[in-house]
């Protein structure tokens, strides 16, 4: 299985050089967990949450290096836990290139600096800004991990992010529940491809110390809430003890809204979103 992992890795790393995405369309990595590369328009890359420490925990082992990601533009990051803020991956991109941009809460810039990201490649995700990047136009929006966490002098501690990019909107949830005003904020945005995590939570896991998020039904229940064309669930396949399966996501939507387009990405899929406005 690892020689397989490897082998798709070198692929991954071909196809981001060579996939040309046209307007109205965007290219999607799946690399677990709540792990994804995103390309569009000018050939910018952008990783959200890269978790590619090889530890022994983790379900499957990570397609490559985390240094072999040589030409990423922006990593995003929804907040400061581990599986989301990597130090390894971290520090291994900021390394390979000093371009790279890094937008994340400010609750995680010492981090960020630990790893050795320079003061000037760290973008705030700041939630009272409409963008913290125009470039690729990024937004972050509050993330309630269970619960907001909030202060004055920091903003909140988790995100979500919003990308307005090659005439499609995405919404990647980071880790959340659904909270008042989501659903009113996602129809505002005309969110055309949403990533939410579907592993959900509990008493048991929480007296384990193990903050969950929305669920297989609330992911479902919100995508069509707001409007969203296509789901992909993320969050549900690295953990022994916090995981789901996938296929329980397309069964509800089925027996409920079958109408809702759903795709469950393979693993370390490439899957290219063609937005209803595309040409």
């Given at each position: 299985m690892e020689l397989e992992h490897s082998k798709r890795g070198l692929e991954i790393l071909k196809e981001l050089k060579s996939t040309e995405v046209p307007k109205g369309m965007l290219a999607v990595w799946f690399l677990g967990q709540n792990s994804v590369l995103i390309k569009g328009e000018g050939n910018k890359i952008v990783c959200i949450d890269p978790y590619l420490d090889p530890a022994p925990y983790r379900a499957f082992a990570p397609p490559f290096q985390a240094e072999m990601l040589t030409n990423i533009d922006y990593v995003c990051i929804s907040h400061d836990h581990s599986d989301?803020?990597?130090?390894?991956?971290?520090?291994?991109?900021?390394?390979?290139?000093?371009?790279?941009?890094?937008?994340?809460?400010?609750?995680?810039?010492?981090?960020?600096?630990?790893?050795?990201?320079?003061?000037?490649?760290?973008?705030?995700?700041?939630?009272?800004?409409?963008?913290?990047?125009?470039?690729?136009?990024?937004?972050?929006?509050?993330?309630?991990?269970?619960?907001?966490?909030?202060?004055?002098?920091?903003?909140?501690?988790?995100?979500?992010?919003?990308?307005?990019?090659?005439?499609?909107k995405v919404y990647h949830a980071g880790d959340t529940v659904i909270y008042p005003d989501l659903v009113d904020t996602l129809k505002r945005e005309a969110?055309?491809?949403?990533?939410?995590?579907?592993?959900?939570?509990?008493?048991?896991?929480?007296?384990?110390?193990?903050?969950?998020?929305?669920?297989?039904?609330?992911?479902?229940?919100?995508?069509?809430?707001?409007?969203?064309?296509?789901?992909?669930?993320?969050?549900?396949?690295m953990f022994q003890g916090n995981s789901e399966k996938p296929g329980r996501i397309i069964d509800y939507l089925y027996e409920n809204y079958p109408m809702q387009k759903c795709h469950i990405c393979a693993r370390f899929e490439r899957f290219i979103y063609v937005s209803p406005n595309a040409l």
């Open positions: 989301h803020l990597d130090p390894y991956a971290v520090e291994a991109i900021a390394k390979v290139n000093n371009q790279t941009k890094f937008i994340a809460p400010a609750y995680c810039h010492d981090r960020l600096q630990e790893c050795g990201v320079s003061p000037e490649n760290i973008v705030s995700a700041d939630t009272n800004l409409d963008w913290c990047c125009t470039d690729v136009k990024i937004k972050a929006i509050p993330a309630a991990h269970e619960e907001f966490e909030y202060s004055p002098d920091y903003g909140h501690r988790f995100v979500g992010f919003i990308f307005d990019w090659n005439g499609v969110i055309d491809l949403a990533l939410l995590p579907i592993n959900g939570r509990d008493f048991f896991r929480n007296q384990r110390e193990i903050i969950g998020n929305m669920d297989v039904r609330e992911a479902a229940e919100l995508a069509v809430a707001a409007g969203v064309d296509t789901l992909i669930p993320l969050h549900y396949d």
